[in-house]
């Protein structure tokens, strides 16, 4: 007999780097998409959220499907038998990082992208920090090799943003592209006009 079809969940991490913008507008894309989120966030995050967006925990507990208590390492997420999609962590600071590059979690934010990592599954860390020295670089390269996709926020300027919005949105839709999900706010790269065949 044919099994149930899975529920398409995703992991969402939001860590206190500067870019809550990125985890926010992550979770109502999700929810656009009707996939399931399931929220973590550090403490150095709520005090972001609320420096940056005037937000609070309790306001993106309603953009998500479930929150996760930072300290709760007994949560669905800290296991490799609960399904999911993957993890996105938006953004990673260099703290969780390197936490979760060492595999020696503390809390259930760098357990759940353990998880991810240990299952094989799509772990995407949106790091913000710059300039980088060679410790950090190191960091990222030990987890390209395990496995996880560094994508840093950068603006996409070929679009022509014109706010703020649209230049986190594009960064968001290209991250859950990684996913292979296509939000309607991403938008694609159609080619140049270069006036012609003998255009140099």
Same mark, same amino acid.
């Given at each position: 007999?044919?099994?149930?079809?899975?529920?398409?969940?995703?992991v969402?991490?939001? !860590?206190?780097?500067?870019?809550?913008?990125?985890?926010?507008?992550?979770?109502?894309?999700?929810?656009?998409?009707?996939?399931?989120?399931h929220?973590?966030?550090?403490?150095?995050?709520?005090?972001?959220?609320?420096?940056?967006?005037?937000?609070?925990?309790?306001?993106?507990?309603?953009?998500?499907?479930?929150?996760?208590?930072?300290?709760?390492?007994?949560?669905?997420?800290?296991?490799?038998?609960?399904?999911?999609?993957?993890?996105?962590?938006?953004?990673?600071s260099?703290?969780?990082? !390197?936490?979760?590059?060492?595999?020696? +979690?503390? !809390?259930?934010l760098?357990?759940?992208?353990?998880?991810?990592?240990?299952?094989?599954?799509?772990?995407?860390?949106?790091?913000?920090?710059?300039?980088?020295?060679?410790?950090?670089?190191?960091t990222?390269?030990a987890?390209?090799?395990?496995?996880?996709?560094?994508?840093?926020?950068?603006?996409?300027?070929? +679009?022509?943003?014109?706010?703020?919005?649209?230049?986190?949105?594009?960064?968001?839709?290209?991250?859950?592209?990684?996913?292979?999900?296509?939000?309607?706010? +991403?938008?694609?790269?159609?080619?140049?006009?270069?006036?012609g065949?003998?255009?140099?």
């Amino acid at each position: 007999m044919a099994g149930k079809a899975a529920t398409q969940r995703l992991v969402v991490g939001i !860590s206190g780097a500067t870019g809550a913008a990125y985890g926010v507008r992550a979770l109502d894309a999700l929810k656009a998409l009707g996939v399931e989120s399931h929220l973590v966030i550090s403490r150095a995050a709520a005090l972001t959220l609320t420096s940056e967006l005037g937000l609070t925990p309790s306001d993106l507990a309603e953009r998500a499907d479930q929150t996760y208590r930072v300290q709760d390492v007994g949560a669905a997420i800290a296991s490799g038998s609960f399904k999911t999609m993957g993890m996105l962590i938006a953004p990673c600071s260099v703290r969780t990082m !390197s936490e979760i590059a060492t595999g020696v +979690t503390s !809390s259930l934010l760098t357990r759940a992208a353990d998880v991810t990592l240990k299952e094989r599954r799509p772990l995407v860390l949106m790091v913000r920090e710059t300039p980088l020295h060679v410790g950090h670089l190191r960091t990222m390269t030990a987890l390209a090799e395990m496995g996880a996709t560094i994508a840093p926020p950068l603006p996409a300027f070929y +679009t022509a943003p014109q706010t703020l919005d649209e230049m986190v949105d594009q960064s968001v839709g290209r991250v859950l592209d990684l996913f292979g999900l296509d939000w309607d706010q +991403t938008r694609r790269w159609s080619g140049l006009t270069t006036g012609g065949a003998d255009a140099a």
